[in-house]
């Protein structure tokens, strides 16, 4: 393995009922008072929002809400709440959704604490120097926010979705109670389970060097998720099923995937980056399309490794086997695997590259995605 500092600051509390207990977790930080992010209305329709509010009321915080987070979170909002988390000297942020709230929770809690425009880290002309206490309750397992450095937000205006990392934006406390994620949408959950893929794979194949410990664990995260998914499918009730699914959506990006690895990148999301910034197409469906198309154009500079995903995950022999059989499983559980699926057509493959291309650069990996690259891996995503 090569060398490495790991280090993960973000206490998990998992199971049933432990969202009751937010109001305590926060008062232990000396917080008197956060601003609570949500999404949409379901979280007072279903009754979270008020089980939020009694505990945070039972331990004294005070609270200045900012609702309608969108998917695919924009920075409108994150201006909306830097706004507001300093006109309202708020001591921290508490993020009640799934991770496109804790993004702009975690873009929030940096810009409250600059003078500047917040879009400065997402461009990288600022490092984040400081950010407010983040405490989330997870309600849909996919990005693996709750537990790592990350954040992606989309500016409306330039169509450009970029992304921050800053250990001052790991979550203090993040709940995860598995109970809260049964309302998630079969549609929505075959998304999370495309996702989850994505991070566990983008090191496992383009790494350069990669641990034989580390690309097991990252197989057992990807069975754990195909297994759990079908079980949810079959019954969205399943404890213990959608436990399993959550962990391994945490696991899939808190660092643990990516210990002692080299020369690992990510060029799966940078391309659905522009998909879901031109097009609003969720993230995971967008990446269920690129993934068959990026591993069809990519397998033979890394083709043991493909094999070794072949054997290992789906009992297949040859690469473009496993590539097949990750597809075909898509196409099972209903997630996207073509760009028409989005009425996206061939006349739109020049926007989306141009789009790709500023995303590749910022990515550091325009060498490599050239625009006739690009072209080409969107060509077989038709």
């Known amino acids: 393995m ?54 945070l009321e039972e331990h004294n915080i005070a609270y200045v ?30 993020s009640v959704g799934g991770g496109s709230v804790l993004d702009s929770a975690k873009a929030i809690a940096a810009g409250a604490l600059y003078s500047g425009d917040v879009w400065d880290f ?37 169509n450009q979705k970029f992304s921050i990392a800053s250990p001052h934006v790991y979550p203090r ?13 079969q549609e929505y959950l075959v998304y999370s389970a495309a996702d989850i893929i994505a991070h566990s794979i983008e090191g496992y194949f383009t790494a350069t060097y990669h641990p034989d410990i580390v690309a097991k664990y990252v197989e057992a995260n990807i069975s754990t998720v195909i297994a759990t998914t079908e079980k949810l499918i079959e019954d969205k009730n399943d404890y213990d099923a959608r436990a399993e699914f ?17 020369g690992a990148s990510f060029p799966n999301h940078m391309i659905e980056h522009s998909l879901s910034a031109l097009f609003n197409v ?17 397998y033979q500079q890394n083709e043991k490794q493909f094999e070794r995903f072949a054997q290992n995950i789906f009992g297949k ?19 996207p695997t073509r760009l028409s699926q989005f009425d996206i057509h061939e006349s739109s493959i020049n926007n989306i590259v141009e789009n790709a291309y500023t995303n590749a650069q910022f990515f550091g990996l325009s060498k490599i995605y050239t625009k006739e690259v690009l072209t080409e891996i969107l060509h077989l995503a038709l």
């Open 2 to 55: 090569k060398n490495f500092t790991y280090k993960n600051p973000t206490q998990i509390v998992f199971g049933k009922d432990t969202h009751q207990s937010i109001g305590k977790h926060i008062a232990d930080s000396k917080i008197k008072k956060v601003l609570l992010t949500y999404g949409s209305e379901r979280i007072k329709e279903d009754g979270l929002f008020d089980i939020v509010i009694k505990s």
């Open 65 to 94: 809400e900012l609702g309608g987070i969108v998917s695919n979170p924009v920075l409108s909002k994150v201006y909306e709440g830097v706004n507001s988390a300093k006109d309202n000297s708020v001591d921290a942020i508490l």
């Open 122 to 158: 997402f461009i990288g002309e600022k490092v984040i120097e400081d950010a407010l206490p983040i405490f989330d309750i997870i309600t849909l397992a996919a990005t693996g926010s709750e537990m790592n450095t990350f954040a992606v937000i989309t500016k409306e205006e330039t």
């Open 173 to 185: 406390v993040s709940i995860i109670n598995p109970e809260l994620q049964k309302s998630v949408s």
């Open 246 to 262: 959550a962990w391994a959506a945490t696991q899939a990006l808190n660092g643990t995937t990516y210990l002692g690895v080299q």
């Open 282 to 298: 969720a993230h995971g469906a967008g990446l269920s399309v690129v993934i068959p198309a990026w591993m069809k154009w990519y």
């Open 317 to 335: 022999k040859t690469a473009l086997e496993g590539i097949e059989a990750l597809e075909s499983w898509f196409n099972k559980i209903g997630t």
